[in-house]
């Protein structure tokens, strides 16, 4: 079951004819932005239309943006430490509210106030990387 949020930005993609966006619509979720903007921030980064992208490279420009981003999970030391996996339905026993953006294989999405912004919400994918996304006052 997908938000409210994200099914508005994914009709915003669908108009722009738009596809394998993720990282767009994460970027405008965890940010506030609004998916155009996402949208131009991700293709002067390198995203083609209708392809996908390099997701972490972007997340770690928005440093530059006034936001700041912190690794919060990664799976190889979960799972070298003996520690239960996280799937997408775990994450709110895990992380507290706030922005977050989560990667699962090649795709990305947003964990926003204890939920999942994604088509994988409640899903028992294998959650590989989890990054915190903090606006940095000025």
Not at 10 to 27: A, G, P, T, W, Y
Not at 95 to 115: D, P, S
Request: proline share 1%.
């Amino acid at each position: 079951m997908s938000t409210e949020k994200y099914t508005k930005l994914n009709l915003q993609s669908r108009k722009m004819n738009e596809h394998n966006d993720c990282v767009v619509i994460s970027i405008a979720l965890v940010t506030g932005w609004s998916y155009k903007k996402a949208h131009k921030f991700c293709e002067e980064r390198g995203r083609k239309k209708r392809h996908g992208a390099n997701g972490r490279g972007i997340l770690k420009s928005l440093t530059h943006h006034g936001f700041k981003v912190e690794k919060v999970y990664y799976r190889r030391e979960s799972k070298a430490l003996g520690k239960p996996l996280l799937t997408p339905a775990k994450l709110k026993d895990k992380f507290e509210r706030g922005r977050y953006a989560v990667f699962i294989g090649g795709h990305m999405f947003a964990y926003i106030n204890k939920e999942v912004h994604d088509w994988t919400s409640g899903g028992k994918h294998q959650i590989k990387t989890v990054y915190k996304i903090t606006k940095i006052r000025k």
